[in-house]
């Protein structure tokens, strides 16, 4: 159930109407991380200060790994940014970082699940071949 105590905000409401055109947007949790859309889409999103950038491009960058190892296992990356200075970004939110990506409600997981996971995990993931040989590009 959406929680409307607060408007999207505008800058968020931007990335996400590139994705998901004419739609509405409202809370559906009270941690204002989870936005659905009218569409019937849900949205993962959070925001930082410049001193989590690292955090923020090691994570988008990890999503953006095992999307390509893995198509589907983990949210879609849709976005992660720094809020550029411009007319209608208000001075107070021109550097803020800004993540958006999917929203995969995992829950538990029963046996055969976790089973299928698993598999997938070792099918997929572990038999990916990087092209950048052993590590990580991103800390």
Known sequence: MPVPTRTVDPI???IIEKYDPSSTLSYASSSHSRIRSSSG???????GMSSEKDQFI???ECLKAIHTAAPGLAPHLL????????VDVPERSAGK?????EYKD???LTDSAAQKLARRLAGELHTYKSTNGFGFTVP
Do not use: Q
């Open 12 to 14: 968020i409401a931007r």
């Open 41 to 47: 889409k849900d949205y993962f999103v959070k925001t």
């Open 58 to 60: 090691g994570e988008a």
């Open 79 to 86: 976005e992660c940014s720094v809020v550029e200075p411009g």
């Open 97 to 101: 970082l800004v993540f958006v990506s």
């Open 106 to 108: 995992i829950g538990s």
